[in-house]
């Protein structure tokens, strides 16, 4: 990625002109976010609805119903967060993983590449492109993140994952850098990831999808 950027490149400023540059992973379904991934929602819901139709029914002189209304929307409010807690989503995963992935990048750190990539990795990315194999490409990034492309700062900007089969899912990250020849170099990757026996995910294609130097 780096190496080709131009000595000269721009300030990108606004990252979300980037990004809408690129098309967005699809959303996962809305019960599968509220019920494990954003609870607030939910919870709120239940728990106020639950107060409410219990006052209602107080109001109408039925203060046993009332009660257990109320409770009940407290209690399954409290299930729903507390479900949240103990269930952790292929795309939370994938999420956590691809911020790893970066910052192993980033910082070069070799063995961490190894425990987040397959063997058969490859990497599509201009200077990049032809890129196959682990140690290929763990190579390749100790050769040129160095010196003029050594990342002086990182920010990940935002992170999609969705899961498109048992064994295959996708992530859309985008980021924006600083090296010693440019500031504030934004870029969006896109990451296939394939499942292991072990029922790990482990990224087995990473392709670059905007760079300021490719051009819309």
Excluded: C, H
Excluded at 88 to 100: A, F, G
């Amino acid at each position: 990625m780096i190496d080709a950027l131009p000595t000269l490149t721009p300030v990108l400023a606004q990252l979300d002109r980037l990004v809408a540059d690129v098309a967005p992973l699809p959303s996962p379904p809305l019960w599968e976010r509220v019920l494990f991934e954003s609870p607030l929602l939910g919870t709120a819901t239940l728990a106020a609805l639950g107060l409410v139709v219990g006052f209602a029914l107080r109001s109408q002189g039925k203060p046993k119903p009332g009660a257990l209304v109320a409770i009940g929307g407290l209690v399954l409010g409290g299930l729903v967060w507390l479900t949240a807690g103990l269930v952790r989503t292929d795309r939370e995963v994938l999420i956590e993983r691809t911020d790893t992935l970066i910052s192993a990048v980033a910082e070069v750190d070799g063995a961490a590449l190894r425990r987040l990539v397959t063997d058969r990795v490859r990497l599509d990315a201009g200077g990049f492109a032809g890129v196959t194999g682990r140690e290929e490409l763990i190579s390749t990034a100790e050769a040129r993140l160095r010196g003029n492309y050594e990342p002086e700062r990182y920010d990940v900007k935002e992170i999609q994952a969705v899961v498109d089969g048992p064994v295959t899912a996708r992530s859309q990250v985008s980021i924006v850098v600083d090296v010693p020849l440019a500031s504030n170099v934004g870029s969006v990757w896109e990451i296939d990831w394939r499942r292991n026996d072990e029922g790990q995910w482990l990224a087995n294609e990473v392709e670059l999808k905007w760079a300021p130097f490719m051009g819309r």
